[in-house]
């Protein structure tokens, strides 16, 4: 079969890759706007191959269920908008419902914790697991939270900014601002564990917050 960049005879490699993603992980690498992205960007093979790496690594660490659990969410691109001139933010990611945008300035490539940490919201906001992960009472485990409600760095192996993408504190008089802080901790949690990143040589917060998450992981997946 011959793949072209577009046109010509057979599919591009660009509807190769979408194909892919869609048969493997039944997900929808869509083009279409919406109003959370009103002009979103037409996906590359760069892209595609980064979402398509990280899916193969969230799928491993659901033991094979990704598609089963998440199967119908649709993926776009979309442009990366600073908030002021002192904002030197080159990405962000939005997850609605069971979509998410991936935005970046340009043709920037979308960046891989980025990923995972908006697929954990999409796990948090899918049919039969709305909510199931923010909202159980581990989430506010002081074995992997400071003092002040903030995730704690030293249960990761790589503690930079990249891995703790929302330190939101959960400890808050507002109750719909410590949900929202909760969704994030999640998201950051998934990611990192996905990613590898807590710190299991020794007991201790990387230890706890692994507890955690393969806890509330193991009715959907299995034991891993």
């Known amino acids: 079969m011959i793949y072209q960049q577009g046109g010509g005879r057979g599919p591009s490699v660009i509807d190769f890759w979408k ?45 094979g269920k ?9 993926f776009k691109w979309g442009e990366h908008k600073r908030t002021g001139p002192k904002d030197l933010s080159t990405y962000d990611g939005l997850t609605y419902g069971t979509t998410i945008t991936f935005n970046t ?7 891989g914790m980025n990923i995972l940490h908006e697929f954990g919201h999409l796990m948090d906001n899918s049919p039969g697991m709305v909510d199931v992960f923010s909202r159980d009472p581990g989430i506010n485990n002081p074995g992997f939270l400071t003092d002040k409600g903030y995730l704690n760095r030293l249960a990761l192996v790589d503690q930079s900014q990249d891995m703790i993408q929302h330190p939101l504190s959960v400890y808050t008089d507002d109750p719909s601002k410590r949900i929202i802080a909760q969704q994030e901790h999640w998201a950051d949690i998934f990611a990192n564990y996905v990613a590898g990143n807590m710190d299991l040589s020794v007991p201790g917060p990387g230890t706890a917050m692994h507890n955690f998450v393969t806890g509330v992981l193991a009715p ?5």
């Open 220 to 224: 959907f997946t299995g034991t891993p």
């Open 105 to 111: 300035l340009g043709n920037n490539a979308i960046r």
């Open 66 to 74: 990704l598609k089963s659990l998440v199967g119908g969410a649709t």
């Open 19 to 63: 194909n892919r993603i869609k048969d493997k992980y039944g997900i929808d690498m869509s083009e279409k706007n919406d109003p959370n992205n009103p002009n979103p960007k037409k996906w590359d093979v760069k892209n595609l191959m980064l979402i398509d790496s990280s899916l193969f690594k969230i799928n491993n660490a659901l033991n």
